[in-house]
T-cell receptor
Framework: NAGVTQTPKFQVLKTGQSMTLQCAQD?????MYWYRQDPGMGLRLIYY???????DKGEVPNGYNVSRLNKREFSLRLESAAPSQTSVYFC?????????????FGSGTRLTVV | KNEVEQSPQNLTAQEGEFITINCSYS?????LHWLQQHPGGGIVSLFM???GKKKHGRLIATINIQEKHSSLHITASHPRDSAVYIC???????????FGTGTRLQVTL
């Protein structure tokens, strides 16, 4: 099925460890996003990529890096995980060029940093 | 004050009731999205609208640009409608969204 695929679904890290969250979409969307969702707060934008080859910081970029590997893939890296990064992470894509701006979300990654 | 405010935060209804969830925003927008998130699940886009009203099945979304307000209505609610409903807005030509904190809906038999 077409959509956004995120891996892994669950992860437990120790403080200071690193990891990369993977995201791929097969809808030929230009724009991709990484959000985090914390209890009592709305989803907050970490980084986004308006098109292949570009990335920009969102609202909460500290402690994260991203790579737009190609049009399909947008990865999020935690270089040195901290307990404050315990959250649920969502990748999403959209296609402003097609005029739709409709969003498609991945199923989420539940990350716990101990 | 958040740019996007939703009310109520929590809502319990009996099966068959008509439900309204409200969203107010403080910035000029180019579009507003309504999203649905089931417990432990992913996020699904329900509507994207910039004016007027849209209907899909038992769901109706309206927006009043002048008043900076949108409503999501569910007619003949069912337990499977139990979820968190999230309002999000997009400003100008940017594609990124600003989200409300969500309304948790529980529909009981």
């Amino acid at each position: 099925n077409a959509g956004v695929t995120q891996t892994p679904k669950f992860q437990v890290l120790k403080t200071g460890q690193s990891m990369t969250l993977q995201c791929a979409q097969d809808m030929n969307h230009n724009s991709m996003y990484w959000y985090r969702q914390d209890p009592g707060m709305g989803l907050r934008l970490i980084y986004y990529s308006a098109s292949e080859g570009t990335t920009d910081k969102g609202e909460v970029p500290n402690g994260y890096n991203v790579s737009r590997l190609n049009k399909r893939e947008f990865s999020l890296r935690l270089e040195s995980a901290a307990p404050s990064q315990t959250s649920v992470y969502f990748c999403a894509s959209s296609d402003p060029v097609a005029g739709g701006y409709g969003y498609t979300f991945g199923s989420g990654t539940r990350l716990t940093v101990v | 004050k958040n740019e996007v405010e939703q009310s109520p935060q929590n809502l319990t209804a009996q099966e068959g009731e008509f439900i309204t969830i409200n969203c107010s925003y403080s910035v000029g927008i180019s579009a507003l999205h309504w999203l649905q998130q089931h417990p432990g699940g992913g996020i699904v886009s329900l509507f994207m609208l910039s004016s007027g009203k849209k209907k899909h099945g038992r769901l109706i979304a309206t927006i009043n640009i002048q008043e900076k307000h949108s409503s999501l209505h569910i007619t003949a609610s069912h337990p499977r409608d139990s979820a968190v409903y999230i309002c999000a807005v997009r400003a100008g030509t940017a594609s990124k969204l600003t989200f409300g904190t969500g309304t948790r809906l529980q529909v009981t038999l």
